[in-house]
């Protein structure tokens, strides 16, 4: 599995993946526009991306600033997502069998520097089917050390929970991984 930031390089990438996003209903990853992909990146932010060994993008994730938190904030995990698949590697309470959560964020976490972390999650607007999963799933990593509930809002009008990452505890728990 390799990983990169997205760029032009990998485009035709990730056009297949918007395809594959549609046959999944991942409705905001289905294009560009669906991702804010331009937003993210004329905001300030940037993408990573993982292409497995037969050349396919399976997952992605943005990281762009969080002035809504403070200005030492930094969104992580940006309309992460993953395709389905075996990548070699069993669950995890640590969520560590995620690709968005193993591979993108130690590079996210490279690239916002020493900022602190922040990750949202939706309350109620589902609009994959998957969201209020993945917002049940960093509540117990909250039990776990890994996340602090920092506080529910309204954001980019969509109510969210936002979760400051525990970066010590989690390359901590990374280290025993990889």
């Known amino acids: 599995m390799q990983t990169h930031l997205l760029s032009k390089e990998v485009f035709p990438q990730l056009e297949t993946f918007f395809d594959t996003a549609k046959e999944l209903k991942y409705l905001n990853n289905v294009s560009k526009r669906a991702m804010k992909y331009d937003w993210c990146l004329d905001f300030g932010g940037m993408w990573h991306c993982a292409i497995d060994d037969n050349n396919r993008m399976v997952s992605l994730a943005g990281c762009h600033p969080l002035p809504e938190v403070d200005d030492n904030a930094w969104r992580v995990m940006f309309r ?57 799933l960093f509540q117990q990593l909250e039990k776990l050390g890994m996340v602090e509930h920092y506080n529910d809002m309204e954001l980019y009008h969509t109510d969210q929970s936002v979760w400051k990452l525990n970066k010590e505890k989690y390359m901590e728990v990374r280290s025993n991984v990889v």
């Open 80 to 136: 992460g997502v993953q395709i389905p698949g075996d990548y070699g590697f069993g669950l995890s309470k640590y969520h560590m069998s995620a690709l968005t959560w193993r591979l993108l964020l130690p590079l996210q976490l490279e690239y916002i520097d020493n900022a602190d972390a922040y990750i949202t999650t939706n309350i109620s607007h589902d609009a994959s089917g998957k969201m209020n999963k993945t917002h049940r």
